[in-house]
């Protein structure tokens, strides 16, 4: 059969589905009889007229004649076309608008720059509102929010490309732990924030608004909205009382949406992108070193990190990170080779603090030096490994087992200040041992056993010396208490009684008021 025959058929189908109005008869060039339906019933009337019979002709194509345009149904090859015909938010303008499009038309650079860096995750977002049916310009918004820069981090805290608060990230489910912050996840962050702009356009009934709640705070647009509504005014987007940031907000956005819509207006190139994912999503079955991942799919660590932001340590587990995202290409050169690896994946795991200890003795331990352990765990100078804490750390052949889920998802590196003792030399009282007198200085008795080369059940004479190791503070403190005066120091001390001389009678300063 011939390779045209598919394509005519699907062009007839198309056509014969399209007639809006009433068929017209064709006569029949044949004497093959009416198809039977697929309820086994021949077609009468007029749709017995429109079914093709005899063989299959091609079919010329029409040309324009200066009737109405026709939608093409041809996918766009450049992301930015795929980008303009979704845009389906109304449109905003005002004097902050041509505001914000003057200041982003004057630095190219800029423009450049973050266009650039978004080429990597922007057809993800793309199919995500497509997939959800939202607005396309919401896959603008990052370039308000970060520039499209996953490991930005503003001065409240925020982080990521949609910019997560903590608390907000947690609420859709962004882990954020010692192994990995989900809130600079291309995909994960990218769910939460498509989750919550739906959430609050179905709250609020408005982009615009469902915008500035995203910036400000849903509960803070719910309160301008009834105090216009007390007040008996608007409650748009543009009637709202709202801070400086949230009202520049949405004109932000809709200035990048109309510089994307007709850049030459504004004298911008903007970079091609391909309508087409710049990543794969790869599973990762086993923990697996940054570095060996790297080695096996032939890219670079660094444009690894960038695509996978949400990883700050050297090696992936698989249980907190199943998935992790690939240049297209070397994805399956990943996979090929993974297969056919043998050999250990992962050179670290995790460890729990049994007790709380300083990193030198951790890493004594552990069998690394100080300063790898401090620097892999980012343990600040002066702190202390608390109880419990998790530390990554070197296999060396103690647990080759994957690190398992719970710890993956809820690891947490606790510390505590580390502080410096000083000696400090104390007195027992009358009928005190070493558990009384430890308890009077807020210490354990073992350490002053320890500190005197004494038993912790010595018995202790009154006035009897002992050295304690004390925080500075208190033991300041100690210091002058043994040096103030007894009377001072709440001792009942006899009163004096040696009178005082009484003082001599002073002679009038004249002698009229002295009469």
Known sequence: ????????????????????????????????????????????????????????????????????????????????????????????????????????????????????????????????????????????????????????????????????????????????????????????????????????????????????????????????????????????????????????????????????????????????????????????????????VARLSDVDERDFRALNPSLNKPVIMSAGTPHILLPWDNAAVFQQRLAAHTGPLASWTAWTAPSTMSPAAAADRLGMSEAELRRVNNIPPRMLVRKGATLLVHRNGRNNADVPEHVADNAQLLLQPEVILKRTTVRARKGENVMTLARRYGVSASSVAEWNNISINSPLKAGQSLALMLPPRKAKHMARATTKPAGKAGTNVAKRTTAKPKAKPTAPRNKVAAR
């Open 1 to 292: 059969m011939s390779r045209t025959l598919p394509w005519l058929a699907l062009i007839l189908s198309a056509a014969l589905a399209g007639c809006a109005g009433t068929p017209t008869a064709v006569p029949q060039t044949g004497s093959a009889t009416a198809p039977i339906t697929s309820s086994g019933h021949k077609p009468t009337g007029p749709r017995a007229a429109v079914m093709p019979s005899g063989p299959l002709t091609e079919l010329a194509v029409a040309t324009p004649s200066g009737g109405p345009d026709v939608a093409t149904l041809a996918a766009p090859t450049d992301l930015w076309e795929r980008i303009r015909r979704g845009f389906a938010m109304p449109d905003l303008d005002t004097d902050l608008v041509r505001d914000r499009e003057q200041w982003y038309a004057s630095r190219p650079d800029y423009i450049q720059r973050m266009t650039e860096r978004s080429s990597k995750y922007l057809f993800h977002i793309v199919e995500e509102l497509e997939r959800r049916n939202m607005p396309s310009e919401l896959a603008l918004l990052p370039y308000i929010e970060s520039a499209f820069n996953p490991n930005a981090v503003s001065s409240a805290r925020a982080a990521g490309m949609w910019q997560f608060m903590p608390a907000t990230g947690e609420s859709f489910d962004l882990k954020q732990n010692m192994f990995r912050d989900d809130r600079r996840d291309v995909l994960a962050s990218t769910r939460a924030a498509l989750d919550y702009l739906q959430q609050l356009h179905k709250r609020f009934g408005d982009w615009h608004l469902a915008l500035a709640a995203y910036n400000w705070g849903q509960g803070n647009v719910n309160r301008a909205i009834t105090r216009n509504q007390r007040e008996g005014k608007a409650t748009t987007y543009l009637d709202l009382n709202m801070p400086t940031e949230t009202r520049y907000y949405v004109p932000k956005l809709q200035a990048v949406k109309n510089i994307v819509a007709t850049p030459q207006r504004f004298n911008t190139a903007l970079p091609l992108i391909g309508n087409h994912p710049f990543f794969d999503s790869v599973p990762i079955e086993r923990d697996i070193d940054v570095a060996v």
